[in-house]
């Protein structure tokens, strides 16, 4: 794999053109997203975690949260976010450091998100 050119058209921005020589179907090249690597390592590291977790547990004592049903995503729909909460602290305080439970994780960052957002 080669890594060609980084784009820096406004279309293209966060995408990088990467070669993969082919020797059964000949050549390939593709557009790929940019990663940030140690970002994303660090999002999932004990402080990040604790502090998320904090964060949870806050919301859920200050019963800061919405009441009824909240649409975090067009995927997914909390029907009752004191039980939401209480189980992501649970779960997420027990696994955390699986990377099974990465997308778990995620998922809580983003009702935070869009609780801070007020959305």
């Known amino acids: 794999m080669v890594v060609l050119a980084d784009s820096s058209c406004d279309y ?3 995408y990088i053109f990467v070669f993969v020589p082919g020797y059964v179907v ?7 997203r940019k990663l940030n690597i ?6 999932y590291d004990h402080d990040s975690i604790n502090e998320l977790l904090s964060w ?15 649409q975090l995503d067009k995927c997914a729909k909390i029907l009752d976010c004191e039980k939401y909460l209480d189980s992501m602290i649970l779960v997420i305080g027990k696994n955390w450091e699986n990377p099974t439970f990465y997308p778990t994780v995620d998922q809580l960052r983003l009702f935070r998100e869009k609780i801070e957002r007020g959305t």
């Open 56 to 70: 949870a547990k806050e919301t859920l004592n200050n019963k800061r949260y919405p009441v009824g049903e909240f």
């Open 12 to 14: 293209c921005k966060g």
């Open 38 to 43: 140690m970002a994303e390592e660090q999002k």
């Open 26 to 32: 000949g050549d390939f090249l593709y557009l790929c």
